[in-house]
């Protein structure tokens, strides 16, 4: 797995004890020597007002096709999480690189780096 691609994935509930299967964005490759990766958590339910972290993923759009979504989706870079290797179930696709600079511009904006 590299940064950039989207798998379904085991991703931990931020409320209660738990994981639900998800569409995730990868971050990173692997860290540290028990395999993790840093993920964003993507979601179908887009929000009524989008935060500035927030980025839409239309696979209706031809610059969102290969991340292989059924619908239209909200890509919420506030939520992030590290995980097992082991929690990925699937492959689904990718972010084309424009995607994928505008989600690392606005991670950047988000944590003031």
């Not at 964005?25 to 979601?43: N, Q």
């Not at 506030?78 to 699937?90: Q, V, Y």
């Amino acid at each position: 797995m590299r940064r950039g691609e989207i798998y379904l994935a085991q991703f931990p509930f931020g409320d209660v004890p738990g994981m639900k299967l998800r569409p995730v964005l990868v971050l990173t490759g692997e860290l540290g020597s028990v395999p993790e990766i840093l993920v964003a958590y993507i979601s179908s339910v887009t929000p009524t007002q989008l935060l500035p972290s927030d980025l839409i993923l239309d696979p209706s759009k031809l610059e969102f096709r290969s991340t292989r979504l059924k619908t239209k989706s909200v890509l919420r870079l506030h939520k992030l999480a590290t995980i097992h290797c082991s929690s990925l179930a699937r492959s689904l696709g990718n972010l084309d690189s424009a995607a994928l600079t505008s989600a690392v511009d606005k991670l950047k904006q988000l944590l003031a780096l």
